[in-house]
């Protein structure tokens, strides 16, 4: 893995990419966090720096950042109807989902779900 993507929000342009990313995440076993975005969304630019922050601070964790009209497909896989929704996969499940810029709740769900098993 490179150190350039530890700790730091990747942003997903592409399917194929966006596959790679995920599957990546899964197979390391990492908690995948994934923010549905949209560059018109008034709450999602506020909520990006927090979760870039986050990110920052818990390096063992998966972020991804997907645009709804970018990547539709995905976004519908993933029933997306609100922006942010912040989607939280753990063994390629979802065991969570956060809808809205809520910044304590976001950080709460990814110490909850990002804990180190040791």
Do not use: Y
């Amino acid at each position: 893995m490179a150190v350039s993507e530890e700790g730091q929000v990747i942003s997903c342009h592409s399917a194929d990419e966006w596959k790679h990313q995920f599957d990546k995440g899964v197979s390391d076993k990492k908690l995948v966090v994934i923010d549905f975005t949209a560059s018109w969304c008034g709450p999602c630019r506020f909520i990006a720096p927090i979760f870039a922050e986050i990110a920052k601070k818990t390096p063992h964790v998966v972020f991804l950042k997907v645009d709804v009209d970018e990547l539709k497909e995905i976004s519908k896989q993933f029933k997306i109807e609100a922006m942010p929704t912040f989607v939280f996969i753990k063994g390629g499940e979802e065991v969570d989902r956060l809808v809205g810029a809520k910044k304590e709740d976001l950080q709460a769900k990814v110490a909850q779900h990002g804990a180190i098993n040791v």
